[in-house]
């Protein structure tokens, strides 16, 4: 049997608060789900925008209104300065909408990051002045701790109002005014508003604003398909807020009421946008939009979501895929690159510890050494460690976060890839700039600065959340800072590196339908924060088929269900599989597949052990 860990495990309806007796008469199953995600009150499924949290929790956002509202009456020239992310993206593009139809005067600028790294540097500034001579800069999804941008923008007179959400513990930059619900000293009830969630707010407090003057105004919540999809693909936390800003923009799109360029991008991609989920926006559309900021530029991104034809919606989509195949491309031959030497710091081992290879991990330096010679001075056994840094010459500064995201979903530890940062402002020193994913009971941002302050001449810069960050160092620095954050890893407890597989438990026979799983898939929000549902059960086994040599087609019967259940398991371990299974105990999530027309209910196995074999 499956080791797993509940996620309720109280007793209902001995544990059922009153208010959500309805939903539990509809569905049992449905309501141990929101209790295990803290939903105490059936007020917390309701989505209704006027159950958003109000803006005036959020520091400094009337000063920033004021600035804007003062530009578009003046037609001060407006510069929009986004991140080369989705996040950054969707915040720079509802930003030129919303601005636009209020009659701004406004334009972007996206720094690259191959040319000026991240944030409002003095770079960028000198950019914006050179090409468009702005008298105000708004910041999305950056500038929380650009000093040197923003004193850059005030030597020239420039008005600055930062938008952004990632944490700091310093004291701002001294801009006009700063937006973000993690700054010092901001009471917003909901600290998980990603880049684009806080650029809405702005918006709409200033769309009232001007509506209440008289002035020209927008309904910013036409634009909620653009912050769904930043929100989602900056994986936000899901609190109540953002599962409400989420909703309405899947609505949206669902209905056809959405940015041309996400239409696009479905249609591409082969999906129908009536029956959009959650999961497309990280899966389907993200990835295409962050693939022109980490391989070229992204104001192709940015273009593509406010293009106003559909022809040059769908010509910017193709660039759009194009990139993303590149970027998948690259990102193959350097997670190959990273598992052979992963595979070459592996001592040999007898067959029981075999089993437990994949959570070995290593620290190889810079890639000037040989083959055999790429172990740090830390003299750690690679079974020992507890973090996985990387670096290699050749690699691309824009995949280094998706290898460090996939290294870390492998073997469970914190990840950080660096690439040669392709910046000069160091002199002679060379630069790489890092991406670190991290795992739950792990804060990367704050395990960064807390080497950052035990060692102050080690990092350049820094920044980021909880789960992922990134940073610089000089070249030369690589080793010091990789034995550094193992030395802090290993002050952790042993429990906080052994990954724990959840379940919500079994299902009824009567949730072994059409209608419950399109309910479950269709009817709520998803995501991180408020995870998706797995479920875990003992199922005979009726029929098997091995699919392309890696993939496992079952065929099973639940007990009380009258028709066999189709599953499937993607690259199936083949060590865990015995073609003579009779019975197996499975985690799974629910699916609906869908062929020549036809639905048919598809668990899609997490993992899976047998119980039984046959004779």
Request: glycine share 8%; aromatic share 8%; hydrophobic share 40%.
């Amino acid at each position: 049997m499956l080791n797993l860990t509940p996620r309720f495990t109280g007793k209902l309806p001995d544990d059922l608060p009153e208010n959500l007796q309805t939903l539990y008469q509809q569905s049992p199953t449905l309501t141990r789900l929101f209790l295990a995600r803290g939903v105490g009150s059936s007020d917390e499924l309701e989505y209704g925008l006027s159950s958003l949290l109000p803006a005036d929790g959020l520091k400094d956002i009337d000063k920033a209104v004021q600035i804007l509202d003062e530009a578009i009456e003046q037609q001060q020239r407006i510069l929009i300065v986004g991140d080369f992310d989705c996040d950054g993206a969707t915040s720079t593009a509802l930003m030129m909408r919303v601005l636009t139809e209020m009659g701004a005067q406004v334009d972007f600028v996206v720094p690259d990051r191959f040319k000026y790294g991240y944030g409002l540097t003095p770079e960028i500034v000198q950019l914006g002045i050179d090409q468009y001579a702005p008298e105000v800069i708004v910041t999305v999804d950056n500038g929380i701790s650009s000093h040197d941008g923003v004193a850059k923008a005030n030597e020239n007179n420039i008005s600055v109002v930062i938008t952004d959400h990632h944490l700091t513990t310093k004291p701002n930059p001294a801009a006009d005014a700063v937006v973000n619900p993690n700054q010092l000293q901001c009471t917003f009830d909901s600290k998980a508003l990603v880049g684009v969630g806080v650029a809405f707010y702005l918006l709409g407090r200033l769309s009232k604003y001007r509506r209440e003057a008289g002035r020209s105004s927008v309904q910013v919540s036409r634009y909620l398909d653009l912050v769904a999809l930043g929100t989602i693909a900056d994986v936000g936390v899901l609190d109540h807020n953002n599962r409400t800003l989420v909703a309405h923009g899947l609505a949206a799109i669902r209905e056809g009421r959405c940015s041309l360029g996400i239409l696009a991008l479905l249609e591409l991609a082969g999906r129908d946008p009536r029956k959009m989920t959650v999961q497309d926006f990280g899966f389907v559309i993200g990835p295409r939009i962050n693939a022109a900021g980490r391989m070229d530029n992204m104001r192709i991104g940015i273009e593509c979501l406010i293009a106003d034809s559909m022809e040059d919606a769908k010509r910017l989509a193709f660039e759009l895929d194009k990139l993303n195949k590149e970027r998948r491309y690259v990102e193959g031959g350097m997670r190959d690159q990273a598992d052979d030497i992963l595979r070459k710091l592996q001592p040999s081992q007898d067959a029981e510890s075999d089993k437990n290879s994949s959570q070995l991990l290593a620290q190889p330096s810079q890639s000037n050494q040989s083959d055999t010679d790429v172990m740090t001075e830390d003299k750690s056994k690679p079974s020992d460690l507890r973090s996985l840094i990387l670096y290699q010459d050749d690699w691309h500064q824009g995949v280094i976060g998706i290898v460090a995201g996939r290294l870390k979903e492998t073997h469970y530890r914190p990840a950080i890839v660096f690439a040669p940062a392709d910046d000069t402002k160091l002199g002679a020193e060379d630069a790489i700039k890092g991406s670190a994913r991290s795992i739950p009971g792990i804060h990367i941002r704050d395990a960064i600065e807390s080497i950052a302050e035990g060692h102050p001449d080690l990092i350049t810069h820094f920044g980021g959340h909880a789960m992922a960050a990134g940073l610089t160092l000089k070249k030369k620095d690589f080793e010091a800072f990789a034995k550094a954050f193992e030395d802090l890893m290993q002050t952790y407890d042993a429990s906080v590196f052994e990954e724990e597989q959840f379940t919500d438990g079994n299902l009824l026979a009567q949730d072994f339908s059409l209608q419950f799983v399109e309910s479950l898939t269709q009817g709520y929000i998803w995501g991180h924060g408020f995870v998706p549902p797995q479920f875990d059960g003992v199922f005979e086994v009726i029929e098997t088929r091995i699919l392309k040599d890696k993939h496992l087609k079952l065929s099973l019967r639940y007990p009380g269900v009258l028709y066999p259940i189709d599953a499937i398991w993607f690259n199936y371990d083949n060590a865990k599989w015995d073609y003579r299974a009779k019975e197996v105990h499975v985690l799974f999530e629910l699916d609906i597949n869908e062929w020549n027309g036809n639905q048919n209910i598809q668990l899609m196995v997490k993992d899976l052990a047998v119980v039984e074999i046959a004779p």
